[in-house]
């Protein structure tokens, strides 16, 4: 039996993106539970694709005393705000002294979060965690397969595990996997030796998709490299956090150096060689429905990802370069989902269900090349927001997407709501009267998420680049402050820093 105190503290931010991540959106919670603290935390994950609910479900089962500090998380944007930050902060160190003394420290992350004041927002936080347990007692820590897993982060931490899964369906699994490694690293009472190994290059995350090559294989490699006594991870990246560490990287654990060095080697060759096949054809808005309407009438919808778009990288879901493209080509059984807009949604209700009205809808976000689409929708649904996820990625997690309306205009129905959420359950077109499997056409606010519960009904899935915060093409965001040297899309221009 082992005491353990755990916590968590989730952002992956965009540092291109237009808003900060403040206290409201963690109590938000944007997609995930809102900010909870003590007591409450196990009521409130338990069961859900979270790292914290599998891992604290293991530690359980064995006969640990578990006990929580805060578990927060919000939906990923640009920095999180100073204060914001360092409350969050406190909440969890406070929670972890007044748990001492300690066998370990569990603690449910991002790895790509970055602070008005630190890049390493990971790395920070868990150097105020050791700096108060001391190097005797075990942390560990559970990240996301987007973490931009920094040396700071490796160094403070003895044990950090990576998801293996894109669209992200073993969150759940990876908390159960550091609940395993945890419980070693207890047994032979010493970290285990690591090696580590960056890449030279960024990869747009579209193309990380795990499903398809080359990350399917690269995985499938990494775990099969597994034996009881090591452990590999792989980080591809976020690629739209501008600082120095930002890039994918790999690393092994193991009882010595030489067996670690040994195992991550081929794994590491194995993703240097993939670099020119981490790509794949980009449609633009109009190209993309005029090749969805020519599969029209097929028993399957082709999805449109309007990946640049993608709340889950930072974007605000209010871009309507698809709108006006599905509008444009007279596209017809087609749907788009979600438009963020709480001022039309609100319109939307109070003109009420079968009615006109006329609406200024997204576009309010400032992105180049992006206005708001002024026209007359009819009002098809109104909600009020509440939905019970029922796809792979969501599972366990009641959303909250405020007033939420569906409206139409001409052959194309649009889900306006009024929280951001990423679209990445077809459920989240169901509450509003769409029936997604019926649609020849189906656009979603995503990147690669939304292929978890997609896939199985969809004819294909193509990947457009309507305006949005978060670029396919990594060359055009404007750089400043990464590695030098580093190629910022895969096999394309290396990274220089303006002289000053």
């Not at 190994?197 to 990380?208: A, H, S």
């Not at 097929?298 to 999805?303: A, L, V, Y």
């Not at 444009?328 to 939307?348: E, F």
Request: charged residues 20%.
């Amino acid at each position: 039996m082992a005491k353990i105190v755990y916590g968590g503290f989730q952002h992956e931010t965009n540092t291109f993106a237009p808003d900060l991540a403040d206290w409201a959106a963690f109590l938000a919670g944007g997609g995930w539970p809102g900010l909870v603290s003590g007591d409450k935390v196990w009521d409130t994950i338990r069961g859900a694709n979270i790292p914290a609910a599998g891992f604290v479900e293991k530690a359980l089962a064995a006969g640990d005393e578990v006990v929580a500090t805060t578990w927060c998380a919000a939906s990923p944007s640009a920095h999180v705000e100073r204060e914001t930050y360092e409350r969050i902060a406190k909440l969890i160190l406070d929670g972890i002294e007044a748990a001492l003394p300690v066998d370990a420290v569990y603690l449910d992350l991002h790895g790509a979060m970055v602070a008005q004041h630190y890049d390493d927002g990971e790395g920070e936080l868990l150097r105020r965690v050791r700096a108060l347990v001391g190097e005797k007692v075990a942390i560990v820590a559970s990240l996301d397969l987007h973490a931009n897993v920094t040396t700071q982060m490796l160094t403070e931490a003895d044990i950090l595990v990576a998801y293996r899964t894109y669209p992200h369906v073993d969150m759940f699994d990876t908390g159960a996997r550091v609940y395993e490694q945890l419980t070693r690293r207890l047994q032979t009472g010493r970290r285990p030796a690591m090696a580590v190994q960056r890449l030279p290059y960024l990869v747009p995350i579209c193309w990380q998709c795990t499903d398809i090559e080359p990350a399917k294989s690269l995985y499938q490699r990494l775990e099969q490299a597994e034996t009881e006594s090591t452990h590999l991870s792989f980080a591809t990246g976020f690629p739209a956090a501008d600082f120095d560490e930002c890039s994918p990287v790999m690393w092994a654990y193991a009882d010595t150096q030489s067996e670690a060095e040994a195992l991550l080697a081929p794994l590491a060759q194995a993703a240097l060689d993939a670099e020119p096949r981490f790509a794949g054809k980009l449609f633009d808005p109009e190209e993309a429905v005029r090749y969805a309407q020519q599969h029209a009438g097929s028993s399957r919808p082709t999805i449109i990802a309007d990946a640049q778009d993608n709340p889950g990288a930072g974007s605000n879901s209010d871009s309507t370069g698809m709108i006006r493209a599905l509008v444009a080509c007279k596209a017809t059984n087609a749907a788009i989902g979600l438009i963020v807009d709480p001022a039309s949604a609100a319109k939307a209700h109070a003109a009420g269900e079968g009615s006109r009205v006329r609406l200024s809808l997204g576009g309010k976000s400032g992105v180049e090349g992006d206005t708001p689409y002024e026209a007359e929708f009819v009002v098809e649904k109104i909600s009020n927001g509440k939905v019970e996820a029922t796809g792979p990625y969501y599972r366990g997690f009641k959303l909250d997407l405020g007033l939420s309306a569906c409206l139409r205009i001409d052959g194309v129905r649009i889900v306006v709501a009024s929280q951001k959420v990423q679209m990445a359950d077809q459920a989240m077109f169901r509450f509003v009267g769409i029936e997604p499997t019926e649609q020849d056409i189906l656009v979603v606010k995503s990147a690669v998420h939304f292929r978890a519960d997609y896939t199985p009904i969809a004819r294909e899935i193509i990947v457009a680049t309507a305006p949005g915060s978060m670029p396919m093409v990594l060359e055009n965001l404007p750089w400043t402050q990464l590695k030098p040297g580093i190629r910022i899309d895969p096999c394309g221009k290396v990274f220089e820093p303006a002289m000053a």
